[in-house]
T-cell receptor, first 114, second 114 residues
Framework: DQQVKQNSPSLSVQEGRISILNCDYTNSMFDYFLWYKKYPAEGPTFLISISSIKDKNEDGRFTVFLNKSAKHLSLHIVPSQPGDSAVYFCAASEGGGSNYKLTFGKGTLLTVNP | GAGVSQSPSNKVTEKGKDVELRCDPISGHTALYWYRQSLGQGLEFLIYFQGNSAPDKSGLPSDRFSAERTGGSVSTLTIQRTQQEDSAVYLC????????????FGPGTRLTVT
């Protein structure tokens, strides 16, 4: 029973264009969401997060949008760069100060072509 | 500063043998987490430590898995009588404390059980 779903295993985008990575969740108790980026042979690195009290959080080229009613979030990268090519994981937690357990999706491999 | 380190980076073992995986968290991080990523899957939460205590062991797949943490620092994950389905990348992460959602991951240990 996957509580966090990333339905696109891969995405290919041209350099300079926008990359949109999607994530759906089923657990209505989730109230904190994160995106991690992972290069081969390295551990995931934190990218950006959003609390359920917000619907948007922006950090440079990265913006995360949260639609609670649809239980959907997305990560926008603009403009995309070849160095953004990596696997992107969506993760969620139930928060409330005890958000030790992150539930991850299976990841989306983003390829940014020069 | 030094990040989370894990050893060994790769481990090949025969079915039925015991293995120990080691994690050195970032200095000063009180919370430590173990995850595993099987082929084609997302990260699966195994266990977390707050200091040397592991309040939630519910993520451990079976009683062949155990973990300990000493001195509030290094942690070892032990798998007894390994099975082929234990083959995965085992990832360790640490954070400043519980409730700090930004978990910093190590590079992982790739375990292959033959």
């Amino acid at each position: 029973d996957q509580q966090v779903k990333q339905n696109s295993p891969s995405l290919s985008v041209q350099e300079g264009r926008i990359s949109i990575l999607n994530c759906d969740y089923t657990n209505s108790m989730f109230d904190y969401f994160l995106w991690y980026k992972k290069y081969p042979a390295e551990g995931p690195t934190f990218l950006i997060s959003i609390s359920s009290i917000k619907d948007k959080n922006e950090d440079g080229r990265f913006t995360v949008f949260l639609n609670k009613s649809a239980k959907h979030l997305s990560l926008h990268i603009v403009p995309s760069q070849p160095g953004d090519s990596a696997v992107y994981f969506c993760a969620a937690s139930e928060g409330g100060g005890s958000n030790y357990k992150l539930t991850f999706g299976k990841g989306t491999l983003l390829t940014v072509n020069p | 500063g030094a990040g989370v380190s894990q050893s060994p980076s790769n481990k090949v073992t025969e079915k039925g043998k015991d293995v120990e995986l080691r994690c050195d968290p970032i200095s000063g991080h009180t919370a430590l987490y173990w995850y595993r990523q099987s082929l084609g899957q997302g990260l699966e939460f195994l266990i977390y430590f707050q200091g040397n205590s592991a309040p939630d062991k519910s993520g451990l797949p079976s009683d062949r898995f155990s973990a300990e943490r000493t001195g509030g620092s290094v942690s070892t994950l032990t798998i007894q009588r390994t099975q082929q389905e234990d083959s995965a990348v085992y990832l360790c992460a640490s954070s400043l404390g519980l409730g700090q959602s930004e978990q910093y991951f190590g590079p992982g240990t790739r375990l292959t059980v033959t």
